[in-house]
């Protein structure tokens, strides 16, 4: 059984910073693709940063230049730094990974249970 489980959440005030981490367990033979997602209450949910086994990575515009990730292939786990943090940058924060089980087995897509990140004075 694949999980993700996502910590480093909490409350901050504005222009403070955040380090999100999100570690998958269980049987995986490759991890395709890890990202990071946000739901604000009311709002969909958004993209915030991707990352690819290879290193490449995808930020978006409302984020860039104040939030970097990062993963760690060998221990499964990816990082969001997150600096200079807005109160819009309130939301829940959820962990997304594309993984494989086997030697050229199906990609599969799995969700960590999200963890809440308040930006508050």
């Known amino acids: 059984q694949v999980q993700l489980v996502e910590s480093g959440g909490g409350l901050v005030q504005p222009g403070g910073s955040l380090r999100l981490s999100c570690a998958a367990s269980?049987?995986?033979?490759?991890?395709?693709?890890m990202d990071w997602y946000r739901q604000a209450p009311g709002k969909q949910r958004e993209l915030v940063a991707a990352?690819?086994?290879?290193?490449?990575?995808n930020y978006a515009d409302s984020v860039k230049g104040r939030i970097a990730i990062s993963r760690d292939n060998a221990k499964n786990t990816v990082f969001l730094q997150m600096s200079s943090l807005k109160p819009e940058d309130t939301a829940v924060y959820y962990c997304?990974?594309?993984?494989?089980?086997?030697?050229?087995?199906?990609?599969?897509?799995?969700w960590g249970q999200g963890t809440q990140v308040t930006v508050s004075s």
């Open positions: 269980g049987s995986i033979f490759s991890i395709d693709r």
């Open positions: 997304y990974a594309v993984l494989r089980l086997r030697v050229g087995g199906p990609a599969y897509a799995y």
């Open positions: 990352i690819t086994s290879g290193g490449n990575t």
